[in-house]
């Protein structure tokens, strides 16, 4: 019996869906039947045996679409595998050790009974939406701060709890 998995996310300038697909891609060549959808577009995820949701950071703070995702699907998160992320450090920092999930993040977790959370590195280039991205950008504060394998690491850690709850037969 094949697993499904939702990996639902938000983010503002394409980054945070990179790093969905990567997962999504990364639990499919693990065995698990995964898919990256926008969290403000996923209907209920009721359908999904597990969960990965997560967000970008912008001021310490997840985007509205995980968060009313989160909320609306509260009571079904809590009762599932679950699992979140975060990304937006501009600097090495998330590849270098492990960051606690910000404030609001680590209260959803604990709610929902999330499996695990983990911070990735950000993206910020030219073209960035955002007056606060623009600033940033002006300030050569931008770059891409992601570390695909750890990003592909994680994912398979998941993988494997995932298909070592794979009833037999």
């Known amino acids: 019996m094949t697993m499904n998995m939702l990996v639902a996310y938000a983010g503002k300038n394409g980054s945070t869906e990179e790093i969905a697909h990567w997962l999504a891609d990364t639990l499919n060549d693990s065995g698990v039947s995964a898919v990256a959808r926008p969290a403000a577009l996923e209907g209920a ?11 970008a950071l912008y001021a310490g703070r997840w985007q509205r679409p995980a968060l009313r995702f989160a909320h609306r699907h509260a009571e079904m998160l809590a009762a599932k595998p679950l ?12 590849a270098e050790k492990d960051l606690p999930p910000v404030r609001g993040v680590a209260r959803l977790a604990e709610r929902l009974h999330a499996r695990g959370h983990v911070t990735f590195g950000g993206r910020l280039e030219q073209g960035a939406k955002g007056w606060i ?4 950008l ?5 770059g891409d701060f992601r570390d695909q394998e750890q990003i592909r690491d994680w994912a398979r850690g998941i993988a494997a ?6 009833p037999v037969g």
Do not use: H, K
């Open 161 to 166: 709890e995932m298909t070592a709850r794979r």
């Open 45 to 55: 995820p009721e359908q999904y045996d597990a969960v990965v949701l997560g967000s």
């Open 83 to 94: 699992w979140l992320f975060s990304s937006g450090p501009l600097d090495a920092s998330a």
């Open 133 to 136: 991205a623009r600033m940033i």
């Open 138 to 142: 002006r300030q050569n504060r931008g």
